[in-house]
């Protein structure tokens, strides 16, 4: 994951869009690969303070390894009120540590961390990861749900091309009582048996994408009290600046879609998005 996350630093950043009429939150973000920088460096002060000049005041920082969640609860500790952290082993990074066992005991004790209000991102990907690698990609997913629920904290899924088995391994497991699908891929199916199952979808830049009719087809069908948004920043900036650098500041372009897309009021939508991310996160004091 490093070579495409250095590839990122040197895209412009899309420009910022029309403030919220009310503050909102970020819930999934990278802010290192965005700024470049130490936790507590101004550059990610600057980061944040982009956000909250259009609304977006509070922000979800997710790992996705043992030194990158290291670096995100730090940068949690830095931002007190503004940033709160994830830990995990991306499931693309687990099948290929140098020690396992050693990086998954460094995100077991992370995880007890008072700013450390979620697991993730964990999961399954079918689509960087070979078939030789997957068991133990599988492996790891099963470890962080246990994780997550012996610290009582919700679990942040990634799931790229392994829907049905992202299901049945949380079937297996047993999920925790939060459980999120971060970046939401898949279809009004998928959708209706996650609603189901009382998990909470998240919704990135994707949703606005033209080739993406099914995921607004299936934000249609969410529950608002079981919706989050997201950037993932730096990745997948919402139209009409795709394939610019992402940033949290871009989280009123993907509420206005999905707004129009549920035909919901933007301040209504923005304010229950917040009351979601306080229930399953907590306080960001």
């Known amino acids: 994951m490093a070579d495409r996350h250095n590839r990122d630093i040197d895209r412009q950043p899309a420009p910022l869009p029309e403030p919220l009429p009310v503050s909102c939150i970020d819930?999934?973000?990278h802010l290192e690969i965005v700024g470049g920088s130490e936790p507590d460096s101004p550059i990610i002060g600057e980061i944040l303070a982009q956000?909250?000049?259009?609304?977006i005041d509070r922000v979800v920082q997710v790992g996705y390894s043992a030194e990158q969640s290291q670096w995100s609860v730090k940068c949690a500790e830095s931002w007190p009120g503004?940033?709160?952290a994830a830990v995990a082993l991306h499931p693309n990074e687990a099948p290929v540590v140098d020690d396992f066992e050693r990086d998954f005991a460094i995100i077991a004790?992370?995880?007890r961390h008072p700013r450390v209000r979620a697991i993730g991102e964990t999961g399954l990907d079918f689509f960087r990861t070979p078939p030789?690698?997957?068991?133990?990609?599988r492996d790891s997913f099963k470890r962080h749900i246990e994780l997550a629920?012996?610290?009582n904290k919700a679990l942040v899924i990634h799931d790229r091309d392994a829907h049905r088995a992202v299901l049945d391994t949380l079937d297996e497991?047993?999920?925790?009582?939060l459980t999120i699908f971060h970046c939401f891929s898949g279809d009004e199916e998928m959708a209706l048996e996650c609603v189901s199952k009382g998990y909470i979808l998240s919704f990135a830049g994707t949703v606005t994408f033209k080739n993406a009719p099914a995921l607004r087809e299936a934000v249609k069908l969410v529950p608002i009290?079981?919706?989050l948004v997201e950037t993932d920043s730096p990745f997948l900036s919402p139209m009409p600046h795709r394939g610019a650098l992402n940033t949290p500041a871009q989280i009123p372009t993907i509420l206005r879609a999905i707004a129009n897309e549920r035909g919901e009021d933007l301040s209504e939508l923005a304010n229950a998005i917040t009351a979601n991310c306080l229930r399953i996160f907590g306080s960001f004091e």
């Open 27 to 29: 819930a999934h973000a």
């Open 51 to 55: 956000a909250k000049s259009v609304g």
């Open 82 to 84: 503004q940033v709160l």
């Open 109 to 111: 004790e992370l995880a």
């Open 132 to 137: 030789e690698l997957q068991d133990r990609q």
């Open 149 to 151: 629920k012996s610290v």
């Open 173 to 177: 497991v047993g999920a925790p009582d």
């Open 225 to 227: 009290d079981q919706l």
